[in-house]
């Protein structure tokens, strides 16, 4: 596993992160949203800088409602996939859900994106339903993952 410096995500970051967004999605977030998120006093946004050069490889956003936590974007430079980076912004995701007494994380993943679900079922998300046609580009539906920490959240 690749270790990374993960820290909060602050203006100096945005054109990385708007860069990332760009490579990852079909649909990114602009510069603005993400700007806009700093802001956001229910918002969290990590980034995964790469220790040697500082520069971002990965970076995701979480919003807290009460005691929700919905997991807005998660992504990792193309060329930094399947080594650890992911895994280890949702373990402070996951850390801080626990600590806050979160009753739940919940978040959507295109079904095609094997290795996404993969990581999420490895941290304990579940498929609890699915939006029906919520990507385009391609058109696809989401599945809605969701990992509980409280018994009540789960009745």
Known sequence: ??????VPMTAEHLNEVAAL????????W??????????????AFLVALEPETD????YAGLLVAADE???TNVAVDP???????????????????KGNRLAFL??????????????YRGFGFREVGRRRNY???????????TKYYTEEAQA
Not at 21 to 28: D, G, I, M, T
Not at 135 to 145: G, Q, R, T, V
């Open 1 to 6: 596993m690749k270790k990374v410096r993960i």
């Open 21 to 28: 967004e760009l490579a990852c999605f079909s649909r990114p």
């Open 30 to 43: 602009s510069r603005q949203m993400l700007a806009e998120e700093l802001d956001n006093q229910c918002a």
């Open 55 to 58: 520069k971002v490889i990965g």
């Open 69 to 71: 936590g919905y997991i």
């Open 79 to 97: 060329s930094r996939r399947r080594q650890g980076v992911a895994a280890q912004l949702l373990q402070v995701f996951d850390n801080f859900a």
């Open 106 to 119: 919940t978040l959507e993943v295109r079904p095609s994106n094997a290795a996404a679900i993969a990581l």
């Open 135 to 145: 990507y385009d580009l391609p058109k696809e539906d989401a599945l809605i993952l």
